[in-house]
């Protein structure tokens, strides 16, 4: 039994847009939104958590290159 009703294609539009605008870091996805928003705030916390490790990374390197 599925609990989410299937999207048109600019409702998936509307709920991908809502998960970018409505997105923060370190946010505990809420399951009972909707599957479409609960992937895009995944890709989001996937990306950002990618990001933050890169940065450290790179600071670690400057930091070491500057000793």
Do not use: Y
């Amino acid at each position: 039994m599925q609990i989410w009703r299937e999207l048109k294609p600019e409702e998936v539009k509307e709920f991908t847009q809502w998960a970018l605008d409505n997105w923060k870091p370190d946010t505990e996805i809420n399951n009972v939104w909707h599957p479409v928003v609960r992937s895009t705030w995944g890709k989001l916390d996937e990306a950002f958590a990618t990001a933050k490790r890169q940065i450290m990374a790179d600071c670690k390197d400057m930091s070491e290159a500057a000793a």
